[in-house]
């Protein structure tokens, strides 16, 4: 997921491709290897520079599916077709290469476990990024029970993460609920069409639950997705969002 670059006082540091998954035909997840990393926590983000060979530099921000200690991070980046930096990660890169990052960045959208209660996740299209992280963690922490999430995906194969989330999810796992705004697998019985207040309610935590809540996605859908959730009764210091579009 592509985010505006935030620069922080931290220092550029050399990263290294480890492999990369190509999750859907414009999304790519890419592993690196960056010797300097200090970890970082579920939800926090990076930035990624690249410097052409006339010395012209573009920077931009990503958010990070993984979490934790260690020097290995791992980023999802949407090919936005006009841009200067994610066509090359999803179109170029190869294991070897090396990348400028700094970070970890961000504080706010971030979710540690210990003692929280319910635990409310809601994505929109590569959204689902930094979500992934805090599945990743809560499923590591044995807190998976008390986290749901809500996916919105145009359909079934533009779902990032869509193997390993059905294996996360389950007995015991996280709960699980998709919505396809465009079109469905083969059998869905569900409504297909943008997330309304129905499908919302019926696929999250009760507000007298108390639930902590994570909204991520296009600008339109949390806007939309943060003013159903307090329509609804959810207190809005318990929503916390993170928005998106190109660069």
């Known amino acids: 997921m ?3 670059a935030v620069l922080g006082r931290l220092s550029w540091q050399l990263a290294t491709v480890s492999e ?4 859907t035909t414009d999304v790519r997840s890419i592993v690196l290897e960056a010797p300097a990393w200090q970890g970082h926590r579920a939800g926090q983000h990076v930035d990624i520079r690249l410097t052409a ?3 012209y530099q ?3 921000s990503y958010s990070l599916g993984s979490y934790g200690p260690g020097d290995t991070i791992e980023l999802a980046v949407d090919e936005i077709p006009e ?5 090359y990660l999803v179109e170029d890169v190869l294991p070897g290469d090396e990348l400028e ?3 970890p960045l961000g504080g706010y959208f971030v979710w540690r476990p210990g003692g929280e209660g319910p635990v409310q996740l809601i994505a929109g299209g590569s959204g689902i990024v930094p979500l992934m992280a805090m599945v990743r963690a809560a499923t590591d922490a044995g807190a998976a029970a008390s986290v749901r999430l809500l996916y919105s995906v145009r359909t079934a194969s533009d779902a990032i993460y869509r193997d390993e989330l059905g294996q996360l999810a389950g007995d015991g796992g996280v709960g699980l609920t998709w919505r396809y705004t465009r079109a469905a697998p083969g059998g869905w019985t569900d409504p297909v069409g943008r997330l309304d207040d129905d499908a919302l309610r019926a696929a999250t935590w009760e507000p007298g639950q108390e639930p902590i809540v994570y909204v991520c996605g296009p600008t339109g859908f949390v806007e939309h997705v ?3 959730l307090v329509g609804s ?3 809005p210091a318990r929503i916390r969002t993170e928005r998106f579009g190109g660069a």
């Not at 990369?20 to 999750?23: I, L, P, S, T, Y």
């Not at 841009?83 to 066509?87: A, D, H, I, R």
């Open 53 to 55: 060979e006339d010395g």
């Open 20 to 23: 990369f998954v190509d999750e």
């Open 226 to 228: 943060a003013d159903a």
């Open 58 to 60: 573009a920077v931009r």
């Open 83 to 87: 841009g200067e930096v994610s066509p």
């Open 2 to 4: 592509a985010r505006a």
């Open 233 to 235: 009764g959810h207190e």
């Open 101 to 103: 990052v700094k970070g």
